[in-house]
């Protein structure tokens, strides 16, 4: 009877080792889940571009990737107070950014575009001088349309707030990266994009300037990942090549 108890007790902490060693380390990646095809709700999953490669270097890291949703603009401070350990959300580098967390090296690169009604007179980003320009709050599409003359500002929480009073006719423009551009595009066929871009910017996922050790890790996976072809292959499955 002893015995067997001692070899049940022994069982249950070897069990319990193994539980313990395979329940690794989590990376919270804290993104805006309201970007196609970088990231979205599918049900009750998030997916997309930046949730395939975040879990492809969570395998690469042995750790378990956990998303976290929320607004866009909070997502650099859930990074720098630890709520989250990457920013991964279709997240342009600036250099102001930069000053509050680390970018590990760029995955992809982007654009920020215009969209307009199909019935608008807008053809370039100069006609937007003095017009009311819709972006998602705290994105550098937000921080370009400070810069068009005399235009007037209308900050949304989500794009499809943005997209939407656009369609209605309440805003005459949206500013918004290429890709998700297209999808909203694609949703509402009274909208067109104009063909020339605003700017050519970098994505890269964001870490803590504390957590250096991540960062670099980060780093090495995505080299693999890049050489491997897994990026490539990965955002070629969401975005068809014209
Ligand atoms: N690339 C832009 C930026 O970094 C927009 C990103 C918006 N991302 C999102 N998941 N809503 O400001």
Do not use: H, W
């Not at 949730?51 to 859930?78: N, Y």
């Not at 003359?149 to 918004?176: H, W």
Request: net charge negative.
């Amino acid at each position: 009877m002893k015995k067997s108890i001692i070899v049940l007790l022994a069982v249950c902490s070897a069990l319990c080792m193994c539980a313990c060693g395979s329940s690794s380390k989590k990376l919270v990646m804290a993104t805006n889940a309201a970007f196609p095809p970088y990231e979205s709700v599918e049900g009750d999953k998030i997916v997309g571009i930046d949730p395939e490669i975040a879990q492809l270097i969570a395998d690469d890291l042995g750790m378990e990737l956990v998303i976290e949703d929320m607004a866009f603009d909070s997502i650099i401070a859930a990074v720098q107070s630890g709520k989250a350990d990457i920013a991964m959300a279709g997240m342009t580098v600036t250099e102001d950014r930069k000053e509050n967390i680390n970018f590990s090296d760029p995955y992809t690169t982007a654009a920020q575009v215009i969209l307009v009604k199909n019935t608008s007179t807008v053809k370039t980003p100069d006609d937007l001088a003095n017009l009311t320009v819709g972006v998602q709050i705290g994105t550098t599409g937000d921080i370009y349309a400070e810069d068009i003359e005399g235009a007037t500002i209308e900050r949304y929480s989500k794009y499809f707030e943005a997209i939407n009073a656009l369609a209605q006719g309440k805003i005459d423009a949206v500013i918004v990266d290429r890709e998700p551009g297209k999808v909203f595009v694609s949703e509402n066929p009274d909208l067109v994009m104009i063909d020339e871009e605003f700017t050519v910017e970098e994505y890269a996922i964001g870490v803590s300037k504390e957590n250096t050790e991540l960062l670099n890790n980060i780093n090495a996976s995505l080299k693999k990942l890049k050489e491997s072809g897994k990026i490539d292959e990965i955002i070629g499955k969401y975005i068809k090549a014209e």
